[in-house]
């Protein structure tokens, strides 16, 4: 976003940020509290509007050096980058920085790698917003913290083919709209061709109508329509590579969104889980680790999701070549894995979603498994659970920031942890 050129507000008046948030925006003081104003940067002078903690940025007084041009034309309106104005080292900085800042807090010191970057035009899936007013139907994402649907015309993050897809997709779309709420489109890019599913679909919608969007999704090639959460087409079964196996995802089920990221991140695991004979995945969808893993050595996989632990059996089945999976329908949050179950493995892969995995580390923490690799998107809870590891008597040798999500503010990481 380039800085405003428009005369300052009335009300408007001069900050100077301090520092970039976890949230992506600038932080100031003003008086005795902490503000946040969106599009700045470290030791910027802006003239900010409005009042609250969310203030509006007017005027770049005093730019920095580390500002930078943003790549699309959406950028400040768009909610789905953030950072666009950010200069790419400071940017890979501030990606270092979000792992860096919890683990300090609780007390954690070891080595935190430079941020490994996805480049652009990689993400391989993304949830459109879709709407129709009148005879117009508006098709891309919200505003940042808005109900405002933005028209999506480019988006340097996304794939090209689901970029060139998004004309098709408001045609496919169009009988599902009836005017009121919008509707979500999971879009994925997959090695069979795109995978769609939509859902939030209104209750009147007539049978007739969803044969339709079935009929227009065919004939626009995608390789499977569901919808809210029912395969009603497979034309062809959707496929992702995962080493020498394919991921067989169910209808919007998780995936990686960067197939980069993914591969970056599984060659940190299986380098760091060498020599391993007997692995345990847990937290492990439909197999991103656990079929990489069966490459090398025998697998148990635990995931609270059937859908996913199905696709992860009729993706081991596909593949002969692999050592032994084992998958297992389990809660991990109610029933962890216990510290007398896990003595059977030497490596093991923890993957948890943002809530991280307080109960199931507790267990690990009071294991003998020599190597773990803790898979986390959310730093606070990476930085809680790698505590437990770590009083448990675990080292934790690297951890390795992953900026899976281009532009945002949001990071994952990879935490190698080893137990004498």
């Known amino acids: ?22 949230q992506g925006d600038g932080r100031a003081r003003e008086q005795d509290r902490w503000v946040s104003v969106p599009f700045t940067l470290a030791g910027e002078v802006v003239e900010v509007s409005g009042t609250g903690d969310r203030l509006a940025l ?65 993400r391989r899936r993304a949830t459109f917003a879709a709407k129709k007013s009148g005879k117009a139907i508006t098709l891309g994402f919200h505003g940042r913290k808005s109900h405002d649907l933005i028209a999506l015309e480019e988006c340097p993050v996304l794939h090209p083919a689901i970029v060139t ?37 209104a209750r009147s919608v007539a049978p007739l109508a969803r044969a339709e969007v079935t009929g227009a999704a065919l004939r626009a090639s995608f390789a499977r329509v569901s919808l809210e959460g029912v395969d009603v087409l497979t034309e062809r079964t959707p496929a992702i590579p995962a080493g020498a196996a394919s991921l067989l995802p169910p209808p919007g089920s998780f995936l990686q969104a960067s197939a980069e990221a993914e591969a970056e991140m599984a060659r940190l695991v299986l380098a760091h889980l060498e020599g391993t004979e007997h692995g345990v995945d847990l937290f492990s969808g439909c197999g991103t680790f656990s079929l990489r893993m069966a490459q090398h050595f025998p697998v148990y996989a635990a995931e609270s999701g059937k859908a996913a632990i199905d696709a992860l059996r009729s993706a081991a089945r596909a593949a002969p070549a692999l050592r032994p999976v084992t998958a297992e329908v389990r809660d991990l949050f109610r029933n962890p894995v216990s510290a007398p179950e896990l003595t059977r493995f030497d490596g093991l892969v923890l993957d948890p979603p943002r809530a991280g995995a307080a109960a199931q580390a507790a267990e690990i923490a009071k294991s003998s498994v020599p190597r773990v690799a803790y898979v986390s998107c959310d730093p ?18 690297r951890v390795h920031p992953i900026d899976q999500f281009l532009w945002s503010a949001h990071v994952e990481a990879v935490a190698l942890l080893v137990k004498a």
Request: charge should be positive.
């Open 380 to 397: 606070a809870t990476l930085a809680r659970d790698l505590r437990t590891l770590v009083d448990g008597g675990y080292t934790v040798q």
């Open 165 to 201: 897809a998004l004309p098709k997709l408001k045609t496919i779309l169009e009988p599902l709209l009836t005017g009121k709420d919008a509707i979500a489109a999971l879009v994925t890019e997959t090695a069979t061709g795109l995978d769609l599913h939509v859902t939030g679909i």
């Open 1 to 22: 976003m380039p800085p405003p050129t428009t005369p300052p507000a009335a009300s408007s008046r001069s900050l100077t940020i301090d520092h970039v948030g976890a």
């Open 58 to 122: 007017e005027r770049v007084v005093s730019p920095s050096p580390d500002r930078a041009v943003p790549a699309c034309r959406h950028f400040g309106r768009c909610g789905g980058c953030t950072l666009q104005h950010m200069g790419a080292g400071a940017y890979a900085n501030f990606k270092r920085e979000m792992i860096l800042r919890p683990l300090k807090a609780r007390g954690i010191e070891t080595e935190v790698t430079s941020a490994w970057i996805t480049p652009p035009a990689s």
